[in-house]
């Protein structure tokens, strides 16, 4: 079982409309939720991070995080086609700096 | 200001040749980091410095050299590398304690001819 688990996708979507992306984890221990995003032929930018169970919200995007079934997801509203990119999540456990990415999720909103 | 600049952008070598990528962040993060990306594949974690000490490294093979000569700066030191060692380098920092927050330097593109 991979630490960090998505969706690899692509996952298309209108532009306008919500884009959901998912992710799971298996490490229990896990502490601190990142989501970030990665245009091609670039690094990864952090969009957002979560630490605490329910929902964090931040202009379009909102993160979504429930501990007890080691999930999280990222709601993008209103998508636009500059956000076509792929959205890497990543866990870490507090204090251990050893931040492990999932696979990520290609998303392309069309026009 | 949550910048990380990285020397150079690109970097052609052979085989033999010695090199070294550079890194720099002026946040006054005390967690310095090394990863590296291959095509359509997440980072994977390198090396992590904290307190300008080594503190996990990946089971990296040894022609990968890291050296943290202060709290702003990290080198990665590539000897004898092998052509699948092609891939984006990428610096990060962060804080310590708590949640740590990574941000990215731009990377080092390297091709390992």
């Known amino acids: 079982q991979k630490e960090v688990e998505q969706n690899s996708g692509p996952l298309s979507v209108p532009e306008g409309a919500i884009a959901s992306l998912n992710c799971t984890y298996s490490d229990r221990g896990s502490q601190s939720f990142f989501w970030y995003r990665q245009y091609s032929g670039k690094s990864p930018e952090l969009i957002m991070f979560?630490?605490?169970?329910g929902d964090k919200e931040d202009g379009r995007f909102t993160a979504q995080l429930n501990k007890a079934s080691q999930y999280v997801s990222l709601l993008i509203r209103d998508s636009q086609p500059s956000d076509s990119a792929t959205y890497l999540c990543a866990v870490s456990k507090n204090g251990n700096n050893d931040m492990r990415f999932g696979a990520g999720t290609r998303l392309t909103v069309k026009p | 200001d949550t910048e990380v600049t990285q020397t150079p952008k690109h970097l052609v070598m052979g085989m033999t040749n010695k090199k070294s990528l550079k890194c720099e962040q002026h946040m006054g993060h005390r967690a310095m980091y090394w990863y590296k990306q291959k095509a359509k594949k997440p980072p994977e974690l390198m090396f992590v410095y904290s307190y300008e000490k080594l503190s996990i490294n990946e089971s990296v093979p040894s022609r990968f050299s890291p050296e943290c000569p202060n709290s702003s700066l990290l080198n990665l030191h590539l000897h004898a590398l092998q052509p699948e060692d092609s891939a984006l380098y990428l610096c990060?920092?962060?804080?310590?304690?708590?949640?740590?927050?990574?941000?990215f330097g731009p990377g080092t593109r390297l091709l390992v001819l």
């Open positions: 979560i630490y605490s169970n």
């Open positions: 990060a920092s962060g804080s310590m304690g708590g949640a740590e927050t990574q941000y």
